[in-house]
Nanobody
Framework: QVQLVESGGGMVQPGGSLRLSCAAS????????MGWYRQAPGNQREWVAD???????NYADSVKGRFTISRDNARNTVYLQMNSLKPEDTAVYYC?????WGKGTLVTVSS
């Protein structure tokens, strides 16, 4: 059974940074693409970024140049470094692999 546990969310001022983590268990982590998604209040869940087993990464246009996804296969963990945060980045951020989702971590960007 795949389990994904996100952490690292919180409140930050515009222009600030946060690093999210997602710890995975129940899968042979290094073989799977890992993704980050987010859902803002009243909006549909949207894809943010993903990283392949070979560490090739892809980003939504809205976060390109500000967010960086990375993985540590020894720790079964995927990260999302978020810089230059904007109020519109406020959302619950979810980790996903295959058809499994974490429960999310809330990021609030506000002055």
């Amino acid at each position: 059974q795949v389990q994904l546990v996100e952490s690292g969310g919180g409140m930050v001022q515009p222009g600030g940074s946060l690093r999210l983590s997602c710890a995975a268990s129940g899968i042979n982590f290094k073989f799977y693409t890992m993704g980050w998604y987010r859902q803002a209040p009243g909006n549909q869940r949207e894809w943010v970024a993903d990283i392949t087993p070979s560490s090739a990464s892809n980003y939504a246009d809205s976060v390109k140049g500000r967010f960086t996804i990375s993985r540590d296969n020894a720790r079964n963990t995927v990260y999302l470094q978020m810089n230059s945060l904007k109020p519109e980045d406020t959302a619950v951020y979810y980790c996903k692999t295959l058809s499994s989702w974490g429960k999310g971590t809330l990021v609030t960007v506000s002055s």
